[in-house]
């Protein structure tokens, strides 16, 4: 074995800054710290409850469920929670669905203070498909392109419900399913969610847009914003890959929604009313919760294709859950290029870089990985309930476990019945099903170096 005079490390000097949080452990501590406030304040807050106060396994299921954008709930929003109540509520949405990094981000950035790397990292992983000192600029939108929106959707929303619940009434109401929409949370202050508006035409579209553009993603936003300026000529490839991806999906699933739904779970309804609920099936099974149907009488093929809309979530950056619709189209990609014989993937002239197409297989066997993982710990928890010791409520608690990791929040009726030991086994998944993808595309430190002979030049596209 060679020696060499290999550099002895070099201790510390006293008094010298000690290192940084990385981004993914500030991203876990930031989320963490939300959830134990927003525990904390469901359980001693005053004049939160029209009733009996939630225990600490619920305080932290709901918290947890806020946070991380889920819509999973073990109790009646509108009447156990007071006015006070649903704003605690709406707080914790409107913080988890922003990032309370971001919105750190978007603070220091307005007084001038450059972030630190770690930072920028953890607000939005957005400096390999934007031009240099971007990602400042996209923190900066994110907060006020919000707000904008946000207040757009709850004027449509007051006007639509003014005439039948009264001026007052129909403002809050505008303004907590604006932002529960837009964040794609899914919490809705009806007891069957929008069940009884699913023939309201004005409430479920623009309630179907605010979560679509909701889980757009920031650096597709901050690029339409560019192109509509005129100061880019072309979008990105990877808000190219995003629209693209999310269009063919909304098409898709409306049309098989409408197949077999048509005289099912859509049944009742006039011809337009079961094409917009159709969409409407399209767009929250993707990560926003909302429903207006009943998920646990549609068909079988229907189930299918949530689990399947729900698995895929929206974009990258987002308030939108699962694996990410840039994944499963590189995945789509990947082996198109493989069937057809060619070593690299490309798109639009360009060719994804490698660990790009690594990390998204990474994360796509992860999250199947960790799907089963936990799946299989409920259904130990849940096998000395009686309630759930018949098989063929499988189905049901394979849809909580993948609706709570996709952040999506759609329930087949399972949520109320799991016990206090089934509810803490979700609360890691949703938390997992929100910061998760970071954290594991930072712990991909693989690279390959080998250089081909031929490839169309770089761009990058987000992934996770």
């Known amino acids: ?213 909701g889980g757009l993603g920031f650096p597709v936003i901050q690029d339409l914003r560019h192109r ?8 990105t490839l990877h808000s190219r890959l995003v629209l693209a991806t999310t269009a063919v999906l909304l098409v898709g699933s409306t049309l098989l929604y409408l197949v077999f739904e048509w005289d099912h779970a859509l049944g009742g309804l006039g011809s337009v009313d079961r094409w917009l609920n159709a969409l409407f099936m399209g767009v929250t099974a993707r990560t926003a919760g909302f429903n207006t149907v009943d998920y646990d009488a549609v068909s079988n093929p229907s189930f299918f294709l949530t689990l399947t809309l729900m698995w895929i979530g929206g974009g990258p950056s987002s308030v939108a859950g699962g694996v990410k619709v840039t994944t499963a189209a590189l995945l789509v990609l990947l082996l198109w290029s493989r069937l057809s014989g060619n070593e690299h993937v490309s798109l639009g002239g360009r060719t994804i870089p490698r660990e790009t197409i690594q990390r998204a297989t990474g994360l796509a066997a992860g999250a199947v990985l960790l799907l089963g993982a936990f799946l299989f710990l409920l259904l130990m928890v849940e096998s000395n309930t009686e309630r759930w010791a018949d098989r063929r409520q499988l189905a049901r608690l394979v849809f909580e476990v993948q609706s709570a990791f996709s952040t999506v929040g759609l329930s087949m009726n399972a949520t109320f019945d799991l016990s206090k030991a089934g509810r803490l086994v979700l609360v890691p998944v949703m938390l997992l099903g929100r910061i998760g993808p970071l954290i594991v595309l930072s712990a991909m430190t693989a690279r390959q170096r080998r250089r081909p002979r031929f490839r169309f030049a770089h761009e990058d596209v987000l992934v996770g």
Do not use: K
């Open 1 to 213: 074995m060679l020696r060499g005079n290999l550099p002895r490390p070099v201790a510390r000097p006293a008094g010298a800054p000690r290192r940084r949080l990385s981004a993914q452990r500030l991203v876990g501590l930031s989320f963490l710290g939300l959830i134990g406030v927003g525990t904390l304040g469901f359980l001693f807050l005053p004049g939160l409850y029209t009733g009996e106060p939630l225990d600490w396994v619920d305080a932290l299921f709901m918290a947890t469920s806020a946070v991380c954008v889920t819509g999973l709930s073990v109790i009646d929003v509108p009447r156990a929670l007071s006015f006070w109540g649903e704003a605690w509520l709406l707080f914790l949405i409107q913080a988890g669905g922003l990032g309370i990094l971001t919105l750190a981000g978007v603070i220091v950035s307005l007084t001038g203070v450059r972030m630190g790397l770690e930072a920028e990292e953890a607000a939005g992983p957005v400096s390999s498909v934007l031009p240099p000192r971007a990602a400042a600029r996209v923190l900066r939108t994110a907060v006020g392109f919000t707000v904008a929106i946000e207040a757009a959707g709850a004027i449509v929303l007051w006007l639509a419900w003014r005439g039948a619940e009264g001026d007052l009434r129909a403002a809050w109401l505008a303004v907590f399913h604006a932002v529960s929409a837009f964040c794609n949370a899914g919490f809705s202050l009806f007891s069957d969610s929008l069940v009884g508006v699913r023939e309201d035409r004005s409430v479920i579209s623009m309630i179907a847009l605010l979560v679509i553009v």
């Open 228 to 235: 509509f300026r005129g100061e880019h000529r072309h979008l």
